[in-house]
């Protein structure tokens, strides 16, 4: 999204500047079997989602942004659901490139039910989830704690909660419950900061957007974000009665003044509080630490984590938090236009940047990274990070790449090997993670900006054993978000959040996956509740589902 990348990109990829996905050079043949396998089972699910941006041409930052998905079982059948959200046009005199006929019906967002057997079904009018409003990202969390999980979609000038009424429909609670977004609202998500048992909200802004605004360069195409001011970002508490207050000055978050991209939230320090992440583009990152009194405090700069490599505001875009050597601590991935950050938890309140150390940033250096997620996609033991690519100001189509996890924050290079379908160009945007055939194996959805999106089926054979877990609070949150589950098996560690949105403009399915590899039993489960409980599971089976409840 910013005009400093055309002439780096332009040279590369002017053979692919086209908005139609294409296949990038086959991978050699090798006589082994690839570890980790992926497909493209668009076509056989039934998803027929098409991302629009609203105009002929790409013509403003608003429309380069995209947008973001989310797995949520939004019937509690166990089967987790896809939602998607699109952009749409505005009106003629917002766009350089205004479309001659607009589409009717016009573009909007999809709800998708899973059958159980690989398809889908549009359940979109029914749901009653088609807002009429230009949408960005989307996150979701159960904020009334009765058992059904609730929506929120975010964009330019409009943000929407959606309650789930628990009979497959949503309804539109936003000046009822109080929440109230002016401007261009992007990645939000939700923690329960003050440990109170109800999740608060936090919402990101990016610019203040003037869609009018046409100074700029013929050939930088639009505008780039440092073309606009900053804008902060808003916290709303749940104050546990169906309403929220806008806690953003009292908070001290207001007091930042960002270019939000994606946000998460965890627990980086393990003192048991969740803090904030802030991806800015071409601005320094933000870190809010928790302080238990109901504010944070900004130590971005002092954590390492408020600037890329060699000292630059990056492009930042997808964070996510990880515990990537089994320590117990969670480190941070953050995907960008530039190297991307994997950083090191030191357990001292700073990361490290250990990127280029691991060969992850210097083969990712040639793409703009946008969608991520960081899974055992093999079910080895040992966590993967799968990364989406594309253009950033004009349609240039990039594949996509694939790090295998070796352990001790050592990562493979497999992307040629992981199926033709990562070897496909496109502009990729946003992307949600979630193992929706519940086959033990995580899979993708990816938004791809202005065309169709992808399902990428997870098809990897001889995999290890597996188990996820669900959480449902009953004096913490009912979705346990900011619980932190750690597992042993066959010697091992591993230790998982439970988060809500993670990567870019997205969320993923609710359910903690853990890879164990031959390990066939969990030798025990400890789950770290955010009421503070803390419950001891032993000796569990492996291969399945398993509902864990927090004790009454």
């Known amino acids: 999204m910013r005009s400093s990348f055309l002439l780096l990109f332009t040279t590369a990829l002017i053979a692919g500047a086209q908005t139609a996905p294409e296949v990038a050079k086959a991978p050699s043949a090798k006589a082994h079997v690839p570890a980790i396998q992926f497909e493209d089972a668009t076509d056989k699910s039934g998803i027929n989602f098409t991302h629009s941006f609203g105009s002929r041409q790409l013509g403003s930052l608003l429309e380069g942004t995209g947008a973001g998905c989310i797995w949520l079982d939004y019937n509690n059948d166990g089967l987790p659901d896809l939602y998607v959200v699109n952009g749409r046009p505005l009106d003629d005199s917002m766009h350089p490139y205004p479309l001659k006929e607009k589409p009717s019906p016009l573009p909007h967002n999809h709800l998708y039910r899973n059958d159980g057997n690989g398809r889908f079904t549009d359940v979109t009018d029914k749901a009653g989830l088609n807002p009429e409003m230009y949408s960005i990202a989307v996150t979701a969390a159960d904020y009334d704690n009765d058992g059904f999980v609730d929506l929120l979609v975010t964009g330019y000038g409009k943000t ?31 923690l329960d900061y003050d440990k109170d048992g109800c999740v608060d909200l936090f919402v990101g802004r990016y610019v203040k957007f003037d869609p009018k605004y046409r100074a700029f360069y013929a050939a930088d195409n639009y505008p780039g974000p440092l073309d606009y001011e900053g804008e902060t970002n808003k916290l709303y508490h749940n104050n546990c009665d169906g309403t929220f207050t806008d806690v953003s000055e009292k908070s001290g978050i207001a007091a930042f003044v960002g270019r939000t991209m994606g946000v998460t939230a965890a627990d980086f320090d393990n003192d048991g509080w969740d803090d904030i992440y802030v991806a800015n583009d071409r601005t320094e990152n933000f870190l809010f630490r928790n302080k238990h009194d109901g504010t944070f405090e900004e130590i971005g700069n002092d954590s390492g984590t408020a600037f890329g490599q060699n000292g630059e505001s990056t492009s930042s875009m997808g964070p996510v938090f990880a515990d990537l050597e089994g320590r117990g601590v969670l480190d941070l991935w953050v995907t960008d236009g530039h190297y991307n950050r994997l950083l090191h938890n030191t357990t001292k309140l700073s990361f490290d940047d250990i990127g280029a150390a691991t060969g992850v940033s210097q083969t990712n250096a040639q793409y703009v990274s946008w969608g991520t997620g960081v899974y055992d996609f093999d079910n080895d033991g ?30 493979a290079d497999v992307s040629r090997d992981a199926g033709p379908v990562l070897s496909v160009r496109t502009t990729a945007r946003g992307a949600c993670f979630a193992d929706y055939d519940n086959d033990g194996k995580v899979d993708a959805f990816v938004v ?18 597996w188990i996820a877990i669900k959480l449902v609070g009953a004096k913490s949150n009912r979705d346990g978000i900011g619980a932190r589950v750690e597992l042993f098996a066959a010697g ?42 803390e419950q001891t599971l032993e000796k569990l089976l492996v291969d399945k589902v398993l509902i864990v409840e927090e004790p009454k």
């Open 382 to 411: 040992l966590a993967d990070i799968l990364i989406f690519h594309g253009g950033l100001i004009h349609l240039y189509p990039q594949e996509h790449t694939l790090f295998r996890g070796l352990g001790n924050s050592k990562f």
């Open 492 to 533: 091992k560690r591993q230790t998982a959040e439970r988060v809500a949105a993670s990567g870019y403009l997205s969320q993923d399915d609710s359910r903690l996956h853990f890879g164990l590899g031959a390990a066939t039993t969990v030798d025990k489960l400890i789950v770290h509740w955010p009421s503070g409980k």
């Open 160 to 190: 929407i909660l959606y309650h789930n009424d628990g009979n497959g429909h949503f309804t539109d609670v936003s000046a009822k419950t109080g929440i109230k977004v002016d401007g261009w609202a992007i990645s939000s998500t939700w």
């Open 448 to 465: 791809n900006l202005g065309a169709r999106g992808t399902l990428v089926h997870n098809v990897t054979a001889n995999t290890g054993h």
